[in-house]
């Protein structure tokens, strides 16, 4: 089997509002799984990322849309990657930040993840400050690809939203 499919009906499993995964399947199989732990630190929420995909596939590039929909068309709130994105023996991944025309929020994008590729990747760590006084949401929409690993064996691409709540953010 060759060829690409996209997965955009995840799964989305809940501990609580701020802790949530998306779960990507394919012919009742879970291809992979990206999923957040977030807490509350005063006025920012930190948040603990897990991307899981299964044996032979490689992560090509992730991309992330971080965006409070409280204020998604006033000002996007300030996201910064806090912890390094990289593997034991390899340089780190390429990361870039952009915020897109259309759409709210800020864009975090890494490519080029070397020998972080086959593995479960967990040393992406997130802080995101909204830049509102009452925000309590946010919202991540995940776009993950992945190649087959061999000739037989097809790619995926993950896409998907996941929508957390932090009530507890601003003392509220």
């Keep these: ?12 499993n809940a ?19 990206f999923g957040v732990d977030g807490s509350v630190t005063g006025d920012r929420i930190d948040l603990s990322t897990e991307i899981w995909h299964q044996e032979g596939t490689l992560v090509k ?10 204020i998604a068309t006033e000002s996007p709130a300030e996201v910064a990657v806090v912890s390094p994105v ?3 023996s390899s340089p780190p991944p390429s990361v870039s ?35 509102s006084d ?11 690809d992945l190649s087959g690993g061999s000739v037989f064996r097809s790619g995926y691409t993950l896409d998907g939203e996941l929508q ?5 953010l601003h003392g509220q």
């Design 15 to 33: 501990e609580s509002p701020g802790t949530k995964a998306l779960v990507f399947t394919s012919n009742d199989t879970e291809v992979g799984h």
């Design 134 to 144: 009452t925000a309590t949401d946010l919202n991540i929409d995940v776009t993950i």
């Design 97 to 131: 930040f952009s915020t897109p025309r259309r759409e709210p929020g800020t864009v975090i994008e890494i490519i080029d993840l070397d020998d972080l590729a086959d593995e479960t990747i967990s040393t992406l760590n997130l802080i995101v400050i909204p830049s």
């Design 1 to 12: 089997m060759t060829g690409r499919e996209t997965l955009s009906d995840p799964t989305v």
């Design 86 to 88: 990289e593997g034991d």
């Design 61 to 70: 590039s992730i991309k992330l849309r971080v965006w409070v929909p409280e």
């Design 164 to 168: 957390l709540a932090y009530p507890e």
